[in-house]
């Protein structure tokens, strides 16, 4: 055996003892196949510390996105390539691709998903929070009902405040549902607390089957609600979906005609320049419920 033969394993054996001090495991686990490789001159020396560097590092960024993912309670995984653009043909797709960009949240803006039950605003809700987490961005995702109720315990238990505090520190935050469920009383109240401190501070993605002028009856209270929609309106971009539910898309014939038909919710009131202040409009565009 050659002095260069000799050598080989005493330095590999030195590398495995590092990968395991520098807590690389999977670095460590590609390591023999990798110099196998390289014995084979199948890759360069430099493309072999490329690729050891990179195995670890692709299994880091993997974990760091499972771990936010279920931090940010998005649980069930809907992504942009999973969503069938052609079902909905009232949705700009290039649109809803910028807004994956992520530009909106960098901006503090709030992004207003409307339409009826089954139109995909909880998927690209989810959707656009797993691209932003797949960024490096914190993100939460609850529904209106769940978030009020942390809110209200939090209330209850003195500690309000830092838990606004974690809502605030989000660069993003998705409320789902806005409008299916009544609002408890002093719902309104604390959703006000929170998107107050949130307010040119970070982005927030909303789902609603609601218009906004109807948010007077949501929140049940239409101070309350105007008050919100000054703040969630300011910095604003409102996507409205009108087309059927993907959910019934084979069972549509089944379903009786005012269901079916019912589908196409009213445009937003015209955003706000300047800022509105005082009562809200009478529910100019209200529809029978959805
Ligand atoms: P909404 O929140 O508007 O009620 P969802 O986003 O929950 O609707 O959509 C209902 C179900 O249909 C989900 O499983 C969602 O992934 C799926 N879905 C909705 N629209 C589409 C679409 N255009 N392409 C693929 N799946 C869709
Ligand atoms: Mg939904």
Avoid at 58 to 86: H, P
Avoid at 175 to 190: A, C, F, H, K, S
Wanted: positive net charge; charged residues 25%.
């Amino acid at each position: 055996m050659n002095a260069l033969g000799e050598l080989i394993p005493a330095t590999l054996d030195r590398i495995r003892h590092d990968l395991v001090g520098l807590k690389m495991p999977r670095a460590l686990e590609a390591l023999d196949q990798i110099v196998r490789r390289l014995e084979h001159a199948e890759i360069s020396a430099l493309e072999a510390i490329d690729i050891l560097l990179s195995e670890e590092l692709t299994l880091r960024e993997n974990s760091r996105i499972k771990t936010a993912l279920r931090m940010g309670r998005l649980s069930t995984i809907k992504t942009l390539a999973g969503f069938d653009f052609s079902f909905q043909p009232s949705l700009d797709r290039d649109r809803i691709l910028t807004l994956a960009q992520l530009g909106f949240v960098d901006r503090h803006e709030v992004v207003h998903l409307l339409g009826p039950p089954g139109t995909g605003k909880s998927h690209l809700a989810i959707a656009l929070g797993v691209e932003a987490i797949k960024a490096g961005k914190s993100v939460y995702f609850c529904t209106l009902a769940e978030l009020l109720a942390q809110l209200a315990r939090a209330e209850r238990e003195e500690r309000l405040l830092k838990r606004l505090a974690f809502f605030r520190r989000l660069a993003l935050l998705v409320v789902d549902e806005i409008g299916y469920l009544p609002v408890v009383p002093g719902g309104g109240n604390l959703f006000f607390q929170l998107v107050a401190t949130r307010y040119e501070r970070g982005a927030m993605v909303l789902t609603s089957n609601r218009s906004f002028a109807e948010w007077g009856d949501v929140f049940g209270d239409p101070v309350v609600a105007t008050a919100l929609l000054d703040r969630l309106l300011h910095h604003a971009i409102v996507i409205q979906i009108e087309g059927s539910s993907y959910r019934l898309r084979q069972h549509a014939e089944l379903m009786p005609e005012h269901v079916r038909f019912k589908a196409i919710i009213n445009p937003p009131i015209a955003m706000p320049t300047p800022r509105p202040r005082g009562r809200p409009p009478k529910n100019r565009y209200a529809h029978p419920g959805t």
